[in-house]
Each structure stands twice: as structure tokens, then as C-alpha cells.
């Protein structure tokens, strides 16, 4: 399921807008933390949890996404990519999913729920990064990677600015969507150590 393997196709996409950030003077590092406060934004959008907000969390969602992307392709266009940008890089895609879905929590007054989803999330990015800790590359790969999530987050944001009320045991699409988060990201996680382990043998 996971949209990583795109990232060829997204990179080719990229061109235009990594121009203009280097035409504007930017640094990669200044998109990184640009990107942070987007995802502050839009978490500040789900906390707020109504409709039109939801629609203006969710493209900030996207926003946020595609940023992360520009900051990668921005630092190989200024042939300053280094060690240091990729850990900041690292550090503030951790900090953003913190606060997104900390955001989504908030907004429906499910903080439970919200810590699972956000535990879930973590571990599958923490066991991409010891993966290539131990020498086996950057792993990607799983049920559900970060450009999907931040897929879905923008598509729940959306729907829940046109469907509101409970849809599945109580639970509205916000809920769901962490739900969701909570089972596949612990899923996605042990998947990825599966596959490292057996790697590793």
C-alpha cells in the first residue's frame, strides 16, 4: 500500500517548486522547519475540529508532506546535503507527526486513542531509521508509510468536512482514521522488523 515507492515520480514533480525555493533564497534546512510550522498549523486546525477547519488541516496535511519533499530535493540542487540536514530532517518529521495527530486527538477528545495511534506511528518510523542503523538501508516499505498516512490524514480531513456524527461504533471518520493508525502503524512496524530480522539471519 505504501506511496514511498512513488517517490521517483514525486521527485520528477518537484522541479518547479524546488526552483522557486532556490530562487527565493532558501535553505533546505529553512524548508524542514517551514514544514514544522505548517504541521502546527494544521494540527491547530484539527484542534479547532470543525468542518471548515478539518478542510483547512487537511490540505495543510498535504502541504506539510510536500514540503518534506522539497527539502531533500532543495539540498541536492544546492549540493549541500549532509548527515546534519538529514537528522534535522528526521527530527522534525517526528515532531510533526507528534503534533498532527496529537491535533486529531484533541479535536475529538480522544487523547487514548490518539497516544495508540501516535505509539504506532512512531515505532514504524523508528524501526525504518534502526533498519539503516544496522546497515540493511532505509526502509520504506510496510502497510502503511509516512506519505500514506499524511494521504490519509488529508482525505479524513476533507471527508469530515462534509460527514460529521459517528459512521462505525460510535466512532466518527476522525476517530477511525486513528483507529486505523493504532492498529496498522503497530502493524507496519513489526512487519518492518519481521523483514529486518530476516535479513539479518
Do not use: C
Amino acid at each position: 500500500m505504501t506511496l514511498d515507492k512513488f517517490r521517483p515520480l514525486a521527485n520528477r514533480m518537484l522541479a518547479p517548486f524546488v526552483t522557486a525555493a532556490d530562487s527565493l533564497g532558501l535553505s533546505p534546512n529553512s524548508v524542514s522547519v517551514l514544514s514544522l510550522a505548517v504541521a502546527g498549523a494544521a494540527a491547530a486546525a484539527f484542534v479547532a475540529g470543525t468542518p471548515q477547519w478539518y478542510a483547512v488541516g487537511g490540505l495543510l496535511v498535504l502541504l506539510n508532506g510536500w514540503l518534506d519533499l522539497v527539502d531533500g530535493a532543495l539540498a541536492r540542487r544546492q549540493n549541500v546535503a549532509s548527515d546534519g540536514g538529514d537528522l534535522l530532517d528526521h527530527v522534525i518529521d517526528r515532531y510533526a507527526d507528534l503534533i498532527i495527530i496529537g491535533g486529531l486527538a484533541a479535536g475529538v477528545d480522544s487523547f487514548a486513542l490518539g497516544f495508540v495511534a501516535v505509539t504506532g506511528v512512531l515505532m514504524t518510523s523508528y524501526l525504518g531509521t534502526q533498519i539503516q542503523a544496522v546497515g540493511l538501508g532505509r526502509a520504506y516499505g510496510g502497510l502503511v508509510g509516512r506519505a500514506d498516512r499524511l494521504v490519509l490524514i488529508t482525505i479524513a480531513g476533507l471527508v469530515a468536512a462534509v460527514v460529521s456524527g459517528p459512521l462505525v461504533a460510535g466512532y466518527g471518520v476522525i476517530e477511525l482514521l486513528l483507529v486505523f493508525f493504532a492498529v496498522v502503524g503497530h502493524l507496519t512496524a513489526l512487519q518492518r522488523f519481521w523483514g529486518a530480522w530476516s535479513d539479518l539471519e
